[in-house]
C-alpha cells in the first residue's frame, strides 16, 4: 500500500471521481492555473481542461451559487472554499439553496453538490480564519458533514461525497494536508455516517474527529503508559448523519466518555454526542460524560495563547482522570 | 422557640453528610455547643454542634443516614412545645413544595439554614447519589443502594463500589479473621491488566490432577464405622484444601482491583446446587475444624440452603471455593471463579481406573480435580504448587492430623 499525503489523497479521490464521471466538475478560487491554494486539484486542469477544472473570482456567494445551479441542472459540482471562514459568505446558498432544494421540490431537484475546504484553525492565523465551523452545518438538516482525520478516510469520504445525491459538506484540515498515512491503490469508498474505532480500549471512549482524532491518540498513548488506562478512540468521520451505534457500542463497553473537538463548547458536535449517549446509554454511563473543546473565546493571535486555547492531550487526560475517578 | 438541626457544612467541599451516630438521644438536654451528634464528611468524621437549647425531641435523620447540607435532621424545643409542624412538614413534603435547593458548601458560621429537601418519595435519610451504571449494577445484583459508601465527588456511589460490595460487607462482618493488603506490584499491575485485555473481567486457567483416593476412602470408612455421623469425601476435600491454603496463603485470596488480600484464615465456600440455581455456603476456617465438625457443618449448611433460609452471612465471605459434581457422575469439569476469590476447586467422582503402580497393572480408586485460577493473583506455578499438596494430603490422609 503506498503512503501518501493527505492532500494527494483527495486529489486521486478528485481524479478517479472525475474520470469515472464526467458530470463531475471542480470550481473555486485558484484551483486551476494555481492548482489550488493547498495544491489539492494539482495536476486537473491539464488532465480535465478548464470546462471541469474552473477558477472564479475572489466572490464566494457567487460561485456557491453557480454550483447549486449546476446541480440542479444535473452537475456533480465540487466547490472548492479556500477555507471555510470565507464560505460564510457564501452560506446562503449552502443552507438556503443547497439544504432545500430536495426537499422543497419535493424531490424533483437534485442537489448533489459537494462544498470543500479546509476548517479549524492552522497556526497563528488569527481569530476570523481560525473556525472550526462543523457544527453550525451540522445543525440545518439537508446537510451532510464529513470530517475526515487521515488521507485514507479523506479519499474514501470524498468519492462517496461526491457520489451522493444530498449536499455534502466537507471539511478538511490545513494542518492535515501534510500528514500521511496508508491508502490502497485499489478503488474503494467509504460509507458516510459510519465512525469508526482508531484504537480500540476497555475503560474510557475518546470521541473525535478531524484534527482532535490526533489529540486523542496521543492522550490514549499516554494514559496507557501513565495511567494503565486502555482507552478507546472512536472517529466520528461524519458529523451529519451521525453514527450513533458505534459511539453507545463502544460506551456500554467503557462506561465512560470524553468527546474532543476543536470548535468551540457551545452547542458544538459534542453536545449532540453527549445528548445521543445520555439517552441511549445511560444505564451504562458511571461518570457525567466530559469535553474538551477549543476555549470559548475567539482564537487569540498570540501563540502561547492560541495553543492553550485549542485542545490538547494534557486537557484529554485531565478530563479523562475525573470520568475515571483517579483524582479521589 | 423550636431550634431546627441542618446538615451543616463542616468542611469547605463538602455537599452532603452522614450521621455516623446520634451522641444526643431524642429527650435528652441539650445546651448551646453540645454535641449533637459526629458526622461523616467527605474528609473525615466531625461534631455537629447544638446551636440552640432544649429538648433533643426529634431526629429525623437516623444513625446511618445521609443528607445534603442544608438538610433537616432533628429538631430541638421545649418539652412541651408543638413541633409537629415541623416535623410533619419535614416527613411528608406537600405536592409542590419548594424546590430542592442547591448543595451549595457553606461555612458553618454564616450558612443560613435552607429548606430542607423536598421530594415526594425521599427519605427524611437524603437521597443516594449514584451512577446510572451503578444504579442498574445494583439492581441486577440485588442490592440496597444505601447500604453502599460512594467513593466517587461527593460520595457518588459508582461502578467500582457496587462491584466491591458483596465483599466489603463480607469484610465488615468481622469473622474473616486476619488478612494482609498488599498493592501489587507494576508488574502484577500490568499482569493483571494484560490478562483481563485478553480473557474477559476474570482471567481464567486451570489446572487438573489425578489423585489416589484409596487412602482417603479407607480413613473415611475407618471413621465412619467408628462413631456417629457420616464423613463424605467432600469433606475430606474441604478440610485437606483448607489446610494445603495455609501452606499456600498465595492462593487464599482475593482480588480487589487495586490490591490483592490475602487471608490468612480459610474460608471455604461450597457451591451447593439449589432448585433454581446455586448458592455457596461458607465453612469458616475449615483448616481449623475437625473433620467431624466439617462434616456435621456441611450437612446443615447444604440443608439450610435447600431450605432457603441461609443469612447473608453465612454464604459471604469465602476465601475459596469448592465445587463438587462427582456425585453427579461427572469424572471432571471446570468451574468458574466466584469473584473476588482467586480459585475455585471442580472436584470430580472418584472412580476405579486401571493404573501403573511399582510397574504393574492394578485397578485403583480415582478422582480427578481441576482448579481455576484468578492469573491476575495465582500465577501457574503457584496453583500447581498448591494442588501438589492437596493431592499429597489426601493420598497421605493422616497428614490431617499432622
Same mark, same amino acid.
Given at each position: 500500500m503506498a503512503t501518501i499525503t493527505y492532500r494527494d489523497a483527495l486529489n486521486q479521490a478528485l481524479r478517479e471521481e472525475m474520470q469515472r464521471d464526467d458530470t463531475v466538475f471542480l470550481m473555486g478560487e485558484e484551483v486551476g492555473v494555481y492548482q489550488g491554494a493547498y495544491k489539492v486539484s494539482r495536476g486537473l486542469l491539464e488532465e480535465f481542461g478548464p470546462s471541469r477544472v474552473v477558477d472564479t473570482p475572489i466572490a464566494e456567494l457567487s460561485f456557491a451559487g453557480i454550483g447549486v445551479g449546476a446541480a440542479m441542472v444535473g452537475l456533480r459540482p465540487v466547490i472548492e472554499f479556500m477555507t471555510w471562514n470565507f464560505a460564510l459568505l457564501a452560506i446562503d446558498q449552502v443552507v438556503n439553496s443547497a439544504a432545500k432544494m430536495l426537499y422543497m421540490s419535493g424531490g424533483q431537484t437534485p442537489m448533489p453538490v459537494v462544498f470543500r475546504g479546509p476548517g479549524g484553525a492552522a497556526l497563528q492565523l488569527g481569530a #476570523?480564519?481560525? #473556525? /472550526?465551523?462543523? /457544527?453550525?452545518? /451540522?445543525?440545518?438538516?439537508?446537510?451532510?458533514?464529513? /470530517?475526515?482525520?487521515?488521507?485514507?478516510?479523506?479519499?474514501?469520504?470524498?468519492?462517496?461525497?461526491?457520489?451522493?445525491?444530498?449536499?455534502?459538506?466537507?471539511?478538511?484540515?490545513?494542518?492535515?494536508?501534510?500528514?500521511k498515512g496508508e491508502v490502497p491503490e485499489e478503488e474503494y469508498a467509504i460509507p458516510l455516517g459510519s465512525a469508526e474505532v482508531k484504537r480500540a480500549g476497555t475503560d474510557v471512549t475518546l470521541v473525535c474527529h478531524s484534527k482532535t482524532v490526533a489529540v486523542a491518540l496521543r492522550a490514549a498513548d499516554r494514559l496507557a503508559d501513565e495511567h494503565g488506562i486502555a482507552a478507546e478512540v472512536v472517529d466520528l468521520r461524519t458529523i451529519r448523519p451521525l453514527d450513533v451505534d458505534t459511539l453507545v457500542t463502544s460506551v456500554r463497553k467503557t462506561n465512560r466518555c470524553v468527546v474532543i473537538e476543536e470548535g468551540w463548547y457551545f452547542c458544538g458536535v459534542g453536545a449532540q454526542v453527549v445528548d445521543e449517549l445520555q439517552r441511549e446509554a445511560f444505564d451504562h454511563l458511571d461518570a457525567p460524560i466530559l469535553r474538551v473543546t477549543q476555549a470559548d473565546v475567539p482564537m487569540p493571535y498570540n501563540k502561547l495563547l492560541e495553543r492553550a486555547a485549542k485542545p490538547s492531550p494534557e486537557q484529554v487526560l485531565e478530563a479523562v482522570r475525573r470520568v475515571a475517578y483517579l483524582e479521589r | 422557640m423550636a431550634t431546627k438541626v441542618f446538615m451543616e457544612a463542616l468542611s469547605p467541599t463538602m455537599e452532603e453528610g452522614r450521621i455516623a451516630s446520634w451522641v444526643k438521644q431524642e429527650g435528652e438536654s441539650v445546651a448551646q455547643g453540645d454535641v449533637?451528634?459526629?458526622?461523616?464528611?467527605?474528609?473525615?468524621?466531625?461534631?455537629?454542634?447544638?446551636?440552640?437549647?432544649?429538648?433533643?425531641?426529634?431526629?429525623?435523620?437516623?444513625? =446511618? @443516614?445521609?443528607?445534603?447540607?442544608?438538610?433537616?435532621?432533628?429538631?430541638?424545643?421545649?418539652?412541651?412545645?408543638?413541633?409537629?409542624?415541623? +416535623?410533619?412538614?419535614?416527613?411528608?413534603?406537600?405536592?409542590?413544595?419548594?424546590?430542592?435547593?442547591?448543595?451549595?458548601?457553606?461555612?458553618?458560621?454564616?450558612?443560613?439554614?435552607?429548606?430542607?429537601?423536598?421530594?415526594?418519595?425521599?427519605?427524611?435519610?437524603?437521597?443516594?447519589?449514584?451512577?446510572?451504571?451503578?444504579?442498574?449494577?445494583?439492581?441486577?445484583?440485588?442490592?440496597?443502594?444505601?447500604?453502599?459508601?460512594?467513593? =466517587?465527588?461527593? @460520595?457518588?456511589?459508582?461502578?467500582?463500589?457496587?462491584?466491591?460490595?458483596?465483599?466489603?460487607?463480607?469484610?465488615?462482618?468481622?469473622?474473616?479473621?486476619?488478612?494482609?493488603? +498488599?498493592?501489587p506490584t507494576q508488574l502484577r499491575k500490568t499482569i493483571a491488566r494484560r490478562l483481563v485485555q485478553s480473557l474477559g473481567p476474570v482471567p481464567h486457567f486451570f489446572l487438573t490432577t489425578e489423585i489416589d483416593m484409596e487412602r482417603a476412602l479407607d480413613a473415611r470408612e475407618t471413621l465412619n464405622a467408628i462413631g456417629d455421623g457420616k464423613i463424605s469425601v467432600n469433606d475430606i476435600v474441604i478440610k485437606v484444601v483448607a489446610m494445603a491454603l495455609r501452606q499456600h496463603r498465595e492462593c487464599n485470596a482475593w482480588w480487589q482491583d487495586d490490591h490483592i488480600r490475602y487471608f490468612d484464615d480459610v474460608h471455604i465456600a461450597m457451591a451447593v446446587a439449589i432448585e433454581d @440455581?446455586?448458592?455457596?455456603?461458607?465453612?469458616?476456617?475449615?483448616?481449623?475444624?475437625?473433620?467431624?465438625?466439617?462434616?456435621? $457443618?456441611?450437612?446443615?449448611?447444604?440443608?439450610?440452603?435447600?431450605?432457603?433460609?441461609?443469612?447473608?452471612?453465612?454464604y459471604t465471605g469465602g476465601t475459596f471455593s469448592l465445587s463438587n459434581l462427582g456425585m453427579l457422575g461427572i469424572d471432571e469439569f471446570t468451574a468458574v471463579i466466584n469473584p473476588p476469590e482467586a480459585g475455585i476447586l471442580a472436584? @470430580?467422582?472418584?472412580? $476405579?481406573?486401571?493404573?501403573?503402580?511399582?510397574?504393574?497393572?492394578?485397578v485403583r480408586r480415582r478422582m480427578r480435580v481441576t482448579m481455576s485460577c484468578d492469573h491476575r493473583v495465582i500465577d501457574g506455578a503457584m496453583g500447581a504448587r498448591f494442588l501438589q499438596t492437596v493431592r499429597r494430603m489426601l493420598e497421605q490422609p493422616l497428614a490431617i492430623v499432622w
Open positions: #476570523q480564519h481560525s #473556525q /472550526a465551523l462543523e /457544527a453550525w452545518f /451540522a445543525h440545518v438538516p439537508g446537510l451532510k458533514v464529513v /470530517a475526515p482525520a487521515t488521507p485514507y478516510d479523506a479519499k474514501g469520504l470524498l468519492k462517496s461525497a461526491i457520489r451522493d445525491n444530498n449536499p455534502v459538506v466537507f471539511l478538511e484540515g490545513e494542518m492535515l494536508y501534510n500528514t | 449533637l451528634a459526629e458526622v461523616e464528611t467527605d474528609k473525615a468524621i466531625m461534631e455537629l454542634q447544638a446551636r440552640g437549647e432544649g429538648i433533643l425531641r426529634k431526629i429525623l435523620v437516623p444513625a =446511618g @443516614g445521609t443528607t445534603e447540607v442544608g438538610g433537616l435532621v432533628a429538631v430541638i424545643a421545649a418539652a412541651d412545645e408543638d413541633i409537629a409542624g415541623l +416535623v410533619a412538614g419535614q416527613q411528608a413534603p406537600p405536592a409542590g413544595a419548594a424546590a430542592r435547593p442547591a448543595a451549595a458548601p457553606a461555612a458553618p458560621a454564616t450558612a443560613a439554614p435552607r429548606p430542607p429537601p423536598a421530594a415526594g418519595a425521599r427519605e427524611p435519610s437524603g437521597r443516594v447519589k449514584a451512577s446510572p451504571l451503578a444504579r442498574r449494577l445494583a439492581s441486577e445484583k440485588g442490592l440496597d443502594l444505601r447500604g453502599l459508601d460512594g467513593s =466517587g465527588p461527593g @460520595g457518588r456511589i459508582i461502578k467500582r463500589d457496587v462491584l466491591a460490595a458483596p465483599t466489603a460487607a463480607a469484610a465488615l462482618q468481622g469473622k474473616a479473621g486476619e488478612w494482609e493488603d +498488599v498493592i @440455581g446455586l448458592i455457596t455456603p461458607v465453612i469458616r476456617a475449615a483448616h481449623a475444624k475437625s473433620l467431624r465438625t466439617i462434616a456435621a $457443618e456441611s450437612r446443615a449448611l447444604a440443608e439450610r440452603a435447600r431450605a432457603r433460609k441461609l443469612q447473608p452471612e453465612e472436584v @470430580g467422582a472418584v472412580t $476405579e481406573k486401571p493404573v501403573v503402580v511399582d510397574g504393574a497393572v492394578t
